[in-house]
């Protein structure tokens, strides 16, 4: 069992890399390997992501790695060993298991490898960033999901009837990354509607993130309550809205519904349809974060420049790259987004 488990391990990370993007100069630099680990290329942002990866690596003339950890500690793990092996000299690493923060640090340290962690950052057991990492403000995020929501929603009428209205949080909760963002997200909403029924509050785990998954939160309690007849509905990134959304409909409340996001990306598909209960998402350029995490390892590999340094705040071991978001909506997405509107 224990061969057979092995060899499947094997097979899923030999699967998940893919070939080096080969460098387009013809001077030392193409000699420059780095790797980039992804927790699930089968999400739009990650996608995204690792496809700016790779032109951001053609730009710089080097080669790169793309590996899909499949949402599998035991996958990244095979994948990461395996870039090893390959000779990689630097990493971006969106980690799908914040426990093997120090496992994937120690592999990489006792091979000289420089990391930089992206949208989920390496920590420790209390919390503390133990790498150089691109991180959203999340919590400004979140609030700016539910300042959208109610602005729409009193620019439209207003909330008619409190108490047959709910108000659904979908939350990452296992990823720290994410937390911060249903924080804000209940946060403001509490503060801005204090008369808003408490039990009408709604803050659920959808898991790791899938349309699937917020579907299912979104199914479960909005069954659970056939009281309420209006659902404003925020979610840690557009996979969840955008599942909630088809639940919605299917049970014909999507038309009072208001759904907000985060991302933008699959929130594009729907702003292109004549209707859908998402109204909005909070925009999050990928093709930043991975243009910043790729080139700031480059320039440690090439000079040696401390990784995010003028971001370090005193006291802090590593330098943190801030990035925010911007409401697109049906009426802004194309002009915002550009390319990546389609």
Known sequence: MKKKMMAMFAAA?????????????????????????????????FENE????????????????????????????DVLDSFITQGIQGLVINTCDQGMSQIILDKCEAAGIPVVAVDVPLIDEDGVYIAPAVILDSYLCGQQTAEWLLNYVEEN??????????????????????????DGQYDYFTEHQPDFPAENIFRVDYGE???????????????????????????????????????????????AAVCVGIDGYLAADEFKKDASPVKASAYLDSGTVAKVS?????????????????YKEEGKEFGVYPFGSVIVTKENYQEIMGEAAE
């Open 13 to 45: 990370a030999a699967a998940a890399v893919l070939t080096a993007v080969p460098a387009s100069a013809g001077d030392a630099k193409e000699e420059i390997l780095v790797g980039a680990i992804y927790r699930d290329l089968t999400q739009t942002w």
């Open 50 to 77: 690792s496809n700016a990866a790779k032109a951001t690596a053609e730009d710089l003339g080097i080669k790169i790695l793309i590996g899909d950890a499949q949402e599998d500690p035991a996958v990244l793990t």
């Open 157 to 182: 009428g207003g909330m008619e009837d409190p108490s047959a209205t709910g108000y659904l949080i979908l939350a990452m909760e296992t990823v720290t990354s994410c937390i911060p963002r249903a």
């Open 209 to 255: 993130g899938s349309s699937d998954s917020g579907y299912n939160a979104a199914a479960a309690t909005m069954t659970a309550h056939p009281e309420i007849k209006t659902w404003y509905v925020v979610a840690a990134n557009d996979e969840g809205v955008v599942g909630a959304a088809r639940f919605l409909e299917e049970t014909g409340l999507d038309e």
């Open 294 to 310: 790729v080139t700031a390892v480059y320039e440690n590999i090439v000079n040696g420049t401390e990784i995010f340094g003028e």
